[in-house]
């Protein structure tokens, strides 16, 4: 007998992880089947030093999201014209340009034609896919309309996309800003004090406050730069290794909700996405505790998703699926009352659409109130600094001109 750890969806609609025993994953999956399982993966066990794992668990590849839009989006077209699956994937297989994705096609193509469903097969390539695009597919296997199935998840992917440009663009000149006053900082302080301080030690002139402070901490900097750089560079390479730990995450996901305008652009980001990705999975078919499940993995936010997890149980236990999304303590009253309207009059799932769309209109508008405080914000502070400096660099000067006899 060997060891499988199976991906199942039981009968009360639950989805578990399971390891069973059988005599081929042949005979385990049509026992399965017979047992009123719904068979999303089955992967051999192996035990390596005691510890278990999946072979193809670990399998990860990086598909360019363009390639894997376009993918989806002829794999659409050519389902709907009434080509067979398996058809569909092999030719869009040969023609890809993108060669990772040839290859996890060939995986998809060869698990096809062993028996295989299209969502079984995507779902075997381990984390290359995200859990509600399987989903999906899967929703749209049991309706018979996998091709407005992708249709939807393109769409959904292409709004996630758009708003991520969006949030690129808007902090690009701000960074931009930062590095120039960075930049410009560190040339006065390295270069241009050392070479008037050295002037005015020569002359023998007395140096005002503000000058004898500018000077005193570019001495102390280029004196201690060679221990400076690396304690400064080991703590940078430091936080980011902390911020890959789950404790680190949080805690810095929890401190990142407390920052002013920011913290309320990201609960209204991750609602638009929690209710996009509900909308989408909703709208293939799939029950509302299956999808609240698989729509967590949407929420990126640490702190959020500690918050919002609990209200699964509840969804399982019956209560009603508002009153379990209200109970997180972070969803924005305007989405939990839009939401609470969908669900009593039966329409959930255009209300989830709705919702999406309005805080995605609010997204946009948090973001420019927030680049319009950075960026003033930025060259203010840049701009005090290089006066402060040019100051501490002129004054002398200007007061030995000033001076009688001079």
Known sequence: ????????????????????????????????????????????????????????????????????????QQLAALIHAGLPVLQSVQMLRQRSPNPKLRTVLADVESKIK?????????????????????????????????????????DYTKSIAQLRRKIRGALT?????????????AVLTTFVIPQFSSLYENMGADLPGITVLVVGLSTAIRANIYWLVPVVSGSLIGLAAWRRTEKGRRAIDRWILKVPIIGELIKQMTTAQL????????????????????????????ELLRSTEPALSKIKEGKPFTESLEAAGWVPPLAV?????????????????????????????????????????????????VVTILLSIYLPLLQMVSRPGA
């Open 1 to 72: 007998m060997a060891e499988y750890i199976c991906r199942l969806g039981t009968p009360g609609g639950e989805i578990v992880t399971r390891t069973v025993e059988g005599l081929t994953e042949q005979e385990l999956r049509q026992r399965l089947s017979l047992e009123g399982y719904r068979i999303f993966t089955v992967e051999t066990a192996g035990v390596i030093n005691g510890v278990r794992f999946r072979r193809s668990g670990d399998r990860t590849v990086k598909i360019k999201l363009d390639d894997f839009l376009l993918f989806n």
């Open 114 to 154: 062993s028996g295989y469903a299209l969502s079984e097969a995507f779902e075997a390539q381990g984390e290359t896919f995200p859990k509600i695009y399987t989903a999906s597919i899967l929703a749209g296997e049991r309706s018979g309309s996998l091709d407005d199935v992708l249709r939807r998840y393109v």
């Open 173 to 185: 000149y701000p960074l931009i800003l930062l590095c120039a006053a960075f930049i410009l900082i």
């Open 275 to 302: 209710a996009r990705s509900l909308a989408t999975l909703l709208a293939g078919g799939i029950t509302v505790v299956e999808s609240f499940h698989i729509g967590l993995a949407s929420i990126t936010n640490r």
């Open 337 to 385: 009352d839009m939401i609470g309207v969908g669900e009593r009059s039966g329409s959930l799932r255009e209300m989830l659409d709705e919702v999406a769309g309005f805080y995605d209109a609010e997204t946009e508008v948090k973001l420019g109130q927030l680049t319009t405080f950075i960026e003033p914000a930025i060259l203010i502070t840049m701009g005090i600094v």
